[in-house]
T-cell receptor, first 115, second 110 residues
């Protein structure tokens, strides 16, 4: 199957700093990428949908100025958590898909800890 | 997207078949049924999807009720590596967002 990578796999940052997470589709072109957040022992919650070359569409309750998403190419999307706070500590997962595909390919996730 | 109902947890013995049920009574005619699974500390993994007919792939089989209001994911011979949270998701169209419910935690006993 298709491979999606995320970098970094884990990161620890201080409160008030910004962190960038990369999501790459390694062997296919992803017209759409999704960003999810998962708190311990909870399910995945969709944060935003990102189409290549377009502005991301954010889910209700997700601050677009805090979670900056860029999908500049068909193989790369980035999520920047700005002015991170301890409550932003979570497991961030991206997925990628192609127009016409019914499968989403998920990255391995990035564990963010804000101290 | 249609809401799904799954048991919180199930247990199976290793090398035995597992039937994971999912109810989706509000599914519409064009909605697809997707199954994903998530191992601990990993991103979800696609398992299978279908529309009306039963589907088979190398990982599992998907049995869809005639009225499409329920479906069953079948793992033919469970292994310890199949222990995961299994999510049944209803989504319309391709390249669409997925709404994850709470899923079923499958425990495989040696």
């Amino acid at each position: 199957g298709a491979v999606v990578s995320q970098h970094p796999s884990w990161v620890i940052c201080k409160s008030g700093t910004s962190v960038k997470i990369e999501c790459r589709s390694l062997d296919f072109q992803a017209t759409t990428m999704f960003w999810y957040r998962q708190f311990p022992k909870q399910s995945l919650m969709l944060m935003a949908t990102s189409n290549e070359g377009s502005k991301a569409t954010y889910e209700q309750g997700v601050e677009k100025d805090k979670f900056l998403i860029n999908h500049a190419s068909l193989t790369l999307s980035t999520l920047t958590v700005t002015s991170a706070h301890p409550e932003d500590s979570s497991f961030y997962i991206c997925s990628a898909t192609n127009r016409g595909s019914y499968e989403q390919y998920f990255g391995p996730g990035t564990r963010l800890t804000v101290t | 997207d249609a809401k799904t109902t799954q048991p919180n947890s199930m247990e199976s013995n290793e090398e035995e078949p597992v039937h994971l049920p999912c109810n989706h009574s509000t599914i519409s005619g064009t909605d697809y049924i997707h199954w994903y699974r998530q191992l601990p500390s990993q991103g979800p993994e696609y398992v299978i999807h279908g529309l009306t007919s039963n589907v088979n792939n190398r990982m599992a089989s998907l049995a869809i009720a005639e009225d499409r209001k329920s479906s069953t994911l079948i793992l033919h011979r469970a292994t310890l590596r199949d222990a995961a949270v299994y999510y049944c998701i209803i989504s319309s169209g391709s390249a669409r967002q997925l709404t994850f419910g709470s899923g079923t935690q499958l425990t495989v006993l040696p």
